[in-house]
T-cell receptor
Framework: NAGVTQTPKFQVLKTGQSMTLQCAQD?????MYWYRQDPGMGLRLIYY???????DKGEVPNGYNVSRLNKREFSLRLESAAPSQTSVYFC?????????????FGNGTRLTVT | GNSVTQMEGPVTLSEEAFLTINCTYT??????LFWYVQYPGEGLQLLLK?????DKGSNKGFEATYRKETTSFHLEKGSVQVSDSAVYFC?????????????FGQGTILTVHP
């Protein structure tokens, strides 16, 4: 069982460059999420998709865009990277956002913006 | 708003010692409460959860009780092992139907020595 797969695992960008973080899940989950993890701050929600075809902002959406490509895939795009976006990014999925089902996390993408 | 506060770490223990990691949450809505664990190089995994006041979540020897009167959800284990070394995150959801969006504490690093 692959679960939640994120690519790439590591990435270094220069300020102003763009990139897309990919996420796919094979558990037939309806809901998907993007979080960022920063030291001393835990994880913070960037965007989420309650179901295919819908996306909503989380706590820290500025500087990011998302696309729910289909039920399996949910990508996160940085149009113009900034050093403040240096972080570890986690994608997660759950059965439904309206059920008390747990989140399943990928192994993360470590992004450095210089 | 919703927030979660964890005791600051890191916590260093000897094998077989008793573990407590404190967690408190803001008393807004009727949240479910969670403990997630992150092993090195991996994503977060659900450790245990409690969905209403006085519920006790338990898993792998870890326990936490949902205390509404003290707005707390402290994690405990009677005898830790080296393999318990990880980062532990307390989290709450928004309550109501927003089960999927979690607010995390800052994380507590636990190191267990033989």
């Amino acid at each position: 069982n692959a679960g939640v797969t994120q690519t790439p695992k590591f990435q270094v960008l220069k300020t102003g460059q763009s990139m897309t973080l990919q996420c796919a899940q094979d558990m037939n989950h309806n809901s998907m999420y993007w979080y960022r993890q920063d030291p001393g701050m835990g994880l913070r929600l960037i965007y989420y998709s309650a179901s295919e075809g819908t996306t909503d902002k989380g706590e820290v959406p500025n500087g990011y865009n998302v696309s729910r490509l289909n039920k399996r895939e949910f990508s996160l795009r940085l149009e113009s990277a900034a050093p403040s976006q240096t972080s570890v990014y986690f994608c997660a999925s759950s059965e439904r956002s309206t059920s008390n089902s747990p989140l399943h996390f990928g192994n993360g993408t470590r992004l450095t913006v210089t | 708003g919703n927030s979660v506060t964890q005791m600051e770490g890191p916590v260093t223990l000897s094998e077989e010692a008793f573990l407590t990691i404190n967690c408190t949450y803001t008393a807004t809505g009727y949240p479910s409460l969670f403990w997630y664990v992150q092993y090195p190089g991996e994503g977060l995994q659900l450790l245990l959860k409690a969905t209403k006041a006085d519920d006790k979540g338990s898993n792998k020897g870890f326990e936490a009780t949902y205390r509404k009167e003290t707005t707390s959800f402290h994690l405990e284990k009677g005898s830790v092992q080296v393999s318990d070394s990880a980062v532990y995150f307390c989290a709450r959801n928004a309550g109501g139907t927003s089960y999927g969006k979690l607010t995390f504490g800052q994380g507590t690093i636990l190191t267990v020595h033989p």
